[in-house]
């Protein structure tokens, strides 16, 4: 199955989310990893402005979102239920890593739809809402400050979905007009080279009575650059005009 194809049977569902700007936070993160199927228990405030502003742009997924009225709905028609569990509890599924669920995910994925399930921001799932899915993942989060955000932990769990699905190489935007030139040639360099102790000492910055060690030096700088022509066309106009300034010619 296609990894698109595979995303597509991931629902994410945000249990009775108190602030709608999560929600909105929640729906950009999923589009930004290509899931777009959002179901919500019984959510304080939905539809709401402050939810379709924090979405910045992904409206679709609000727009699309079931709005259900308990946990049971959410899932319904789901073949796996993964819950995020900040703490292990004595009831419920142990939390493991959430790249240790990943394959499983997928897998259930590839025979049918699957669920993240997310608690309310304050209180996380209760222990009914989490004895009702499958497993539970946690977010290994700096345990001296482990509170995470709800878009936050939703864009953990669908960022690693998205890697998973694509075996670590996920699709990139269409790339763009490319910064670099061809690398100069040896006599591309050399000319540049001539061209700038010339100048130098034109200017008087450089002696060839008492050299130095300036010459290598230089050598030694603009080598570490690994020159393009496009460098060399622009160092060498800069030191074309800096001749005509100071009466030289080119």
Same mark, same amino acid.
């Given at each position: 199955?296609?990894?698109? =194809?595979?995303?597509?049977?991931?629902?994410?569902?945000?249990?009775?989310?108190?602030?709608?700007g999560n929600i909105g936070?929640?729906?950009?993160?999923?589009?930004?990893?290509?899931?777009? !199927?959002?179901?919500? $228990?019984?959510? /304080?405030?939905?539809? =709401?402005?402050?939810?379709? @502003? !924090?979405?910045?742009?992904?409206?679709?997924?609000?727009?699309?979102?079931?709005?259900?009225? +308990?946990?049971?709905?959410?899932?319904?028609?789901?073949?796996?239920?993964?819950?995020?569990?900040?703490?292990?509890?004595?009831?419920?599924?142990?939390?493991?890593?959430?790249?240790?669920?990943?394959?499983? /995910?997928?897998?259930?994925?590839?025979?049918?739809?699957?669920?993240?399930?997310?608690? +309310?921001?304050?209180?996380?799932?209760? +222990?009914? #809402? /989490?004895?009702?899915?499958?497993?539970? $993942?946690?977010?290994?989060?700096?345990? #001296?400050?482990?509170?995470?955000?709800?878009?936050?932990?939703?864009? $953990?769990?669908?960022? #690693?979905?998205?890697?998973?699905?694509?075996?670590?190489?996920?699709?990139? @935007?269409?790339?763009?007009?490319?910064?670099?030139?061809?690398?100069?040639?040896? =006599?591309?360099?050399?000319?540049?080279?001539?061209?700038?102790?010339?100048?130098?000492?034109?200017?008087?910055?450089?002696n060839h009575a008492q050299?130095?060690?300036?010459?290598?030096?230089? !050598?030694?700088?603009?080598?570490?650059?690994?020159? #393009?022509? =496009?460098?060399? +066309?622009?160092?060498?106009?800069?030191?074309?005009?800096?001749?005509?300034?100071t009466g030289h010619g080119?």
């Amino acid at each position: 199955m296609k990894p698109a =194809d595979l995303l597509d049977r991931v629902r994410v569902v945000l249990c009775r989310p108190s602030h709608p700007g999560n929600i909105g936070a929640a729906a950009r993160a999923m589009k930004n990893m290509g899931i777009a !199927r959002l179901a919500l $228990v019984t959510p /304080l405030r939905f539809p =709401d402005a402050e939810a379709d @502003a !924090r979405a910045a742009g992904a409206d679709d997924v609000l727009a699309a979102a079931r709005v259900c009225g +308990n946990l049971d709905e959410a899932l319904a028609g789901s073949t796996l239920a993964v819950a995020l569990s900040a703490r292990p509890r004595d009831l419920g599924p142990q939390p493991r890593s959430v790249r240790e669920a990943v394959g499983e /995910l997928l897998a259930a994925a590839a025979q049918g739809e699957v669920a993240l399930v997310f608690g +309310n921001e304050t209180t996380g799932l209760s +222990n009914d #809402e /989490l004895q009702r899915c499958h497993a539970a $993942v946690t977010i290994p989060s700096n345990p #001296e400050f482990s509170s995470l955000n709800l878009g936050a932990a939703v864009q $953990v769990l669908c960022y #690693e979905l998205r890697m998973g699905a694509y075996a670590g190489v996920p699709p990139a @935007a269409d790339p763009a007009t490319p910064f670099a030139s061809p690398p100069a040639t040896h =006599d591309e360099i050399e000319g540049f080279y001539a061209h700038l102790e010339a100048v130098m000492t034109e200017t008087g910055f450089y002696n060839h009575a008492q050299p130095g060690r300036l010459l290598p030096k230089l !050598r030694r700088l603009f080598g570490r650059s690994r020159l #393009e022509k =496009d460098e060399i +066309n622009i160092l060498r106009g800069i030191l074309a005009a800096t001749r005509q300034k100071t009466g030289h010619g080119r």
